[in-house]
């Protein structure tokens, strides 16, 4: 036989089973279109003419190594779909001559015409789809750029080779699939399926204790700095769990409804139930994946569009004013001339400093266990008892600084301190601060003043206010004793904070702080004093510059930048959820086939027909959203805390954001829902071969 032959039963072989392998290619498409995507805005050069595009830049190049692994796993699966839907087919071309390599000859040419296919079609939605994606995420970072379409080989190169490879796995699997089947089996392929499994209540109490126990994880977790970690130990948790009890818990239920006369004994139920049970196994693996990749959109989307909406708030956290300065000494007092150049600075750029803020602020690590707060290094120590010491930015000020920054008047007594822990706990009454003394502990409802960088902390912090500066002096000292006696410790100073607003723009803003910055540096660096005929380095103090205007950017890059990568990454988790549904359905409607044919020969109407398959579709279809949502509810404290790691407070805005995606995902699902239940219908009720 010559090559058209098989290229021709290759093309016809593909026509014929268009409802499978339609969509297979379209999800190809959408594969390869959004890899090259992501790849090609990796290396665009318009990124380089950006603040903040080369971070953004690093999330897409995770990107890309996420999608060609969901590529390579999601397509291998769903591939298993279109071979068992054919054995039959290949089956009576082995009995009516044609050998097993005649087979193979067949499918080689099935995948290369949907490699090429895909390929081809993929690669030219990418092209056209990068300009939009790529304007897209430039004006997420405020940038500008043509409206000329590029062509960049190299991602071309890239795609096609990692697509092709993709191929090449999937096609050795056919290959080696046909080989092992025997044409009776497959000619029998559609009516053997699986054997009714047994209700496993092993595998169903495992995933039931392990699901429990990620819960458990989601909603203990107290201290954010290691939600991130337990984040992912609960997900590997959840997903083992998920398959557990959808393949054996499912089983064990469908059992359970069996033995409900009043439930099981109804036309509706019987036929559907029976049917389940027969190939539960099978089903059950689908509806995990349809479950595991719901979540998995839904996590995705509604954490980074959170944190993007969250971005202004971010900034005015991060940043609490335009410009700031935190400058350390051992004499506190020496920073006057940095004031100096300051204003004028100002005067120079015809600006005023408006909402000054100025005070004095101690900031030192700290080791917390339980009520108490070691200043001494070490990092963190297991004790004798099996607990741990967390590590604690600690940030301190006076009474009377306190009460001039938000215009109170408290009052504390010696004993007594002011406490609000960030990002973590404080479950106590009392705190010892090394051997500097016990203090009662009134905790504070919001952060007592401004920090900007503490929003940047991943370990949690304290602000403490104390009665007088007596106070802070006294713990400064004991902690630069203990700075003496240890060669890994430096000493740590008492710092001036000084900040404040322009009503001018970012543009000129950002100057305004570069010519500080500039100024300063040529001070510290150049100036010398004249003492006794000797030349001396005057001793300037320590600083620290920041400008609102300068770091927006950076941290629009960072939200914006994953808010990009999820909606992408959400588009193709939602690639998968659709393909399966619709695999599940169809796949299932043909195996279901023979068996509502025999029934309505014996009596059983089109009506009841459709009735039982709402019965079937409306008791496990339904399964995965349900558990889906549940699985987001859990996995909410978690998530929360995460992204009070990256600045983004505001919960109630992150509840509503979750509860929308989750409704429009929901709506999404009916729709898919509704058709592909028609689709089942039509091909169970024989009115496709009509």
């Given amino acids: 036989m010559k090559g058209g032959f098989y290229i021709r039963l290759a093309k016809d072989g593909i026509l014929k089973n268009k409802k499978l392998y339609f969509p297979y290619i379209l999800t190809c498409i959408c594969m390869i279109m959004m890899f090259y995507i992501i790849y090609y805005l990796g290396l665009s050069a318009d990124f380089a003419k950006v603040r903040g595009g080369d971070m953004l830049q690093s999330f897409l190049s995770l990107g890309v190594f996420v999608i060609a692994i969901f590529a390579l796993i999601f397509l291998y699966y769903t591939n298993s779909f279109l071979i068992r839907r054919r054995q039959k087919e290949f089956g009576l071309y082995n009995i009516l001559g044609m050998g097993k390599r005649s087979l193979v000859k067949i499918l080689v040419w099935e995948n290369i015409l949907t490699a090429v296919i895909s390929i081809a079609a993929g690669l030219m939605a990418g092209i056209l789809f990068s300009k939009l994606a790529e304007l897209a995420a430039l004006h997420i970072l405020g940038g500008e750029t043509g409206f000329a379409i590029k062509v960049d080989p190299k991602t071309i190169i890239v795609t096609t080779a990692l697509f092709l490879v993709l191929f090449l796995l999937i096609m050795l699997r056919m290959i080696f699939y046909i080989f092992r089947l025997r044409p009776v089996e497959m000619l029998k392929s559609e009516n053997v399926g699986e054997k009714p499994p047994k209700a496993n209540w092993i595998l169903a109490v495992i995933g039931a204790v392990l699901l429990a126990g990620a819960y458990y994880l989601a909603v203990a977790v107290i201290d954010p700095a290691s939600a991130l970690f337990m984040f992912f130990i609960a997900v590997i948790m959840v997903i083992i769990a998920t398959y557990l009890l959808f393949i054996a818990g499912s089983v064990a239920m469908c059992k359970l409804l069996q033995k409900n006369k009043k439930y099981y004994y109804k036309t509706k139920h019987f036929v559907s139930l029976s049917s389940m049970v027969y190939r539960m196994k099978r089903n059950g693996a689908g509806l995990a994946s349809i479950c595991i990749l719901s979540t998995m ?153 401004p920090v900007g960088t503490a929003q940047a902390n991943m370990m949690g912090a304290f602000f403490i206010v104390v009665k007088d500066i007596s106070v802070v002096q006294r713990i400064e000292e004991y902690r630069n004793t203990l700075a003496e006696q240890d060669e890994s410790m430096v000493p740590d100073y008492i710092s001036e904070s000084y900040g404040f607003d322009l009503s001018c723009g970012d543009g000129k803003q950002v100057e305004i702080y570069n010519t500080i910055l500039e100024r300063i540096s040529e001070l510290t660096d150049g100036e010398k004093s004249i003492s006794d005929g000797t030349e001396t380095a005057v001793d300037y103090p320590s600083y620290y510059i920041e400008s609102k205007a300068a770091g927006r950017i950076d941290i629009i890059a960072i939200n914006g930048g994953l808010f990009f990568l999820g909606v992408l990454l959400g588009a193709v988790f939602l690639f998968g959820t659709v393909l399966i549904m619709y695999y599940k359905q169809i796949s299932e409607g043909y195996e279901d086939q023979n068996r509502f044919d025999i029934l309505m020969k014996v009596g059983m109407t089109r009506k009841e027909v459709k009735q039982s398959i709402n019965s079937q579709v409306l008791t496990v279809f339904f399964l995965p959203l349900i558990t889906a949502g549940i699985h987001l509810a859990f996995a909410y404290p978690l998530i929360s805390k995460i992204l009070l790691l990256l600045s983004a407070t505001e919960e109630k805005l992150l509840i509503l954001v979750t509860v929308c995606c989750y409704l429009v995902f929901a709506l999404f699902y009916v729709i898919v829902y509704v058709i592909t239940s028609k689709g089942y219908y039509t091909i169970v009720s024989g009115k496709e071969n009509r």
């Avoid at 839904?298 to 609490?320: F, H, K």
């Avoid at 607990?387 to 000020?397: F, G, K, P, Q, T």
């Avoid at 008047?409 to 002011?418: T, V």
């Avoid at 706990?425 to 504070?444: E, H, N, P, R």
């Fill in 297 to 449: 959109v839904l996590v995705t989307l509604s954490s980074t569009m959170c944190l993007y909406a969250q971005s202004e708030d971010s900034i005015q956290n991060r940043y609490p004013h335009d410009i700031s300065m935190d400058l350390t000494s051992s004499d506190y007092s020496e920073t006057e001339p940095y004031r100096e150049i300051t204003a004028e600075v100002l005067d120079e750029y015809g600006e005023k400093a408006e909402d000054v803020e100025q005070f004095h602020m101690y900031s030192v690590a700290g080791f917390q266990l339980r009520d108490n707060l070691r200043l001494s290094m070490g990092g963190l120590a297991e004790t004798g008892t099996g607990e741990v010491e967390s590590i604690r930015s600690v940030y301190m000020i006076c009474l009377d600084d306190y009460n001039r920054i938000t215009g109170e008047h408290r009052a504390l007594d010696e004993d007594e301190l002011f406490l609000y822990p960030y990002k973590t706990g404080y479950d106590y009454d009392t705190i010892t601060i090394g051997d500097c003394g016990t203090w009662q502990v009134d905790l504070m409802d919001e952060q007592p003043f």
